[in-house]
């Protein structure tokens, strides 16, 4: 791993609990019957499997993953132990971190503007623009507005409350919301819930308002978590899983290249930053 993210204390697996998670668990959560697990979860009256079940993967757990300690007991058991509740949490600190060196490499002296589409609350933008030298603003769209009251509340405790602007909309009409030269376009979570074609799209849209050099940055997921079949059939999560290479592939055909990969410890998340390459002449 590159020096300037070496740092970053991730959560890690042992090779006990991976061979446990294996060999036991994971065929445990994916192949108990549904109904099972889901009565259980009703039961103990979990937060994360409401908050699924309210949204399929929405900022609510996602936000429940990043706190990290939930109060209820089966909670602290999915959120502390899951892997992609882990991993999620090792996504967000490399992305914080590559998206401050982002945006302390932008070459023009004007104010940094990040566009971030399914942001959430915008933590993640949030953790970036802590540790930046540079000022930044921020643009984030999401199709949740209870995202952004959180959201809001959030930035007014780290006092970047000025320079976060929520735009509610559907990141498929992005193109109707753009109004503002942008440096980074930050895709985080969201495209394990777009079509090949939407990415495409959007990523058009975007690079419009780049400038050559221009960043962008997404994840891709894998199915290292070993619990798909758990996630869809419990929780109603139908995630996309593509490898970085097929994302890479996407965002080429918006013009953008010279890719840089960064994965997390347990392999699930793999965050890709790209520039807008010079268009041919
Ligand atoms: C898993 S969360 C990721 C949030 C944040 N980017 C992060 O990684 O911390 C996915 C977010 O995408 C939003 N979302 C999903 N589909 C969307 C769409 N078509 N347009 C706008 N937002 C969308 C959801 O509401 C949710 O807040």
Redesign the pocket.
Known sequence: MESWVADIEFERLGSVTRSAKRLLLNPLANYLPASLLRGLLRWTRSEVAASNWA?P???RS?VISYHGDPPRGIDKILVKGGTIPMALRNR?KLAGRIIARLIDSVEHEDLVHVL?????PG??IMDAMQQADRRCETTL????AD?FDYGREEAAKLGLADRMRYVH????QVQQMLDHRTDALEM???CE?LENDQIVSIARSVSELMLPGGAIVFNSISRRHGTDRFFRRVFGLEMIHRSPEQLQALFSQAGFGDYEAFSEPLDVYTVVVGRKLQPPR
């Open positions: 949204d993967g929405g900022w996602m967000r971030c589409l399914g942001a959430g933590h993640i769209v999401d199709l949740n995202a909309g559907d990141v498929r985080m979570g969201i819930y």
